[in-house]
């Protein structure tokens, strides 16, 4: 039976700032439950159209998905002025800093809640690459998360990308999650060692919370992605069923 989706752009309050996100979500049946929601968390390039793709992908498996457009404030795209590949993703990664990220990830948990017609008493994070590692840090900071799903979210990211201009761990907090963990790294990513997926995993588990950790060998970065070059379709297929089985075990 196809499900039918409702989706489109929304805007909503974090702090001062107006933002906005890109939100799907099943219609309702008649009578029905609402949805439990999603919270996404796109990667350093933005609310791409893929990442537009997949919040609608989510929507049709019976989830509310709100991706958040963590770079509201800056016209909707990751920093252009850069001479070379590190500095974009250096600034990329600056333009959606925890200490702003976080509390966007938070509002639009906040605006689900307000909207009606969804769960949102029943709420995960799913977050890519730079999102990965915001869905570790939101899940180590809020008791509002019934578990987080991070995919390929770097472990330990290094000084040019932090605003300390030191490396801002993962690790670290990772021991504060309150919530069940579901992560998924590619055994060949070139942008994570799997050194750190190990440390991760290690300190995840130090939480008390239920957490599984998947590495899937040959898969590089970003493979979950049909549009990258790294896109390695048997791993994103079974990133995506262990995905949403994790999902409706816990929503």
Same mark, same amino acid.
């Given at each position: 039976m196809t499900t039918t989706i409702e989706s489109g752009w929304v805007t909503f309050p974090s702090g001062r700032d107006e933002i906005r996100g890109y939100l799907a979500r @099943? /219609? @309702?049946a008649p009578g029905g439950p609402p949805p439990p929601v999603i919270v996404s968390a796109h990667e350093n390039l933005g609310v791409t159209a893929h990442r537009r793709g997949v919040t609608e992908r989510f929507a049709a498996e019976g989830f509310a998905c709100l991706t958040v457009d963590l770079y509201s404030r800056i016209g909707g795209r990751p920093p252009q002025d850069y001479t070379t590949a590190e500095e974009r993703r250096a600034k990329a990664? =600056?333009?959606?800093?925890?200490?702003?990220a976080v509390p966007d990830l938070q509002a639009g948990l906040d605006h689900l809640a307000g909207r009606g017609g969804v769960d949102a008493s029943r709420a995960a994070v799913v977050g890519f690459c730079l999102g990965g590692g915001l869905a570790i840090a939101w899940a180590a900071r809020t008791d509002r =998360?019934?578990?987080a799903v991070p995919l390929y979210g770097l472990p330990e =990211?290094?000084?040019a990308y932090s605003p300390t201009g030191r490396v801002r761990s993962r690790v670290d907090i990772?021991?504060?999650v309150t919530c069940p963990v579901q992560a998924h790294f590619g055994g060949a990513d070139e /942008?994570? $060692?799997l050194d750190q997926v190990g440390r991760l995993g290690d300190a995840l588990k130090r939480s008390g919370r239920p957490v599984e950790v998947h590495v899937y060998e040959g898969a590089g970065h970003?493979?979950?992605d049909d549009t990258h $070059?790294?896109?390695? @379709?048997?791993a994103a297929r079974l990133t995506w069923e262990r995905t949403l089985e994790f999902l409706r075990s816990h929503l």
């Open positions: @099943p /219609v @309702p990664f =600056l333009a959606a800093r925890d200490e702003q =998360l019934a578990c =990211l290094p000084p990772a021991d504060r /942008v994570i $060692p970003a493979y979950h $070059p790294n896109h390695h @379709p048997e």
